[in-house]
């Protein structure tokens, strides 16, 4: 049983390798030439003047983390129904399940 195990694991090693030298990462080459400039371009070139605009602007985003959040849970109701029973008016309630909202800080 030893014997086949370790032929077994050498099957797999070599068979790992094989799929390893087989699957290489190719060269990729471009189907249709490109006439016109794209952004790749546009970054190799020479960098653009800075004219001070681009500085970074502080963002308050407290009130979107003290939002209050809202979730459901199932809860008991009574739900009650009137229909005539016997010429009479009867009144039937009895329990049912429902969603509710809630808030949670």
Known sequence: MDRRSFLTSMLAV??????ATIAQPIEAFPLRPTARGGILDELDGPPAPEDGRDEATPVNHRNW???????????????????WYRGRRVTRCYRRRVWVWYRHW
């Open 65 to 83: 983390h003290r939002r209050p959040r809202r979730r459901r849970r199932r809860v008991w109701r009574r739900y009650c129904r009137r229909h």
């Open 14 to 19: 070599a068979g790992a390798a094989a799929v």
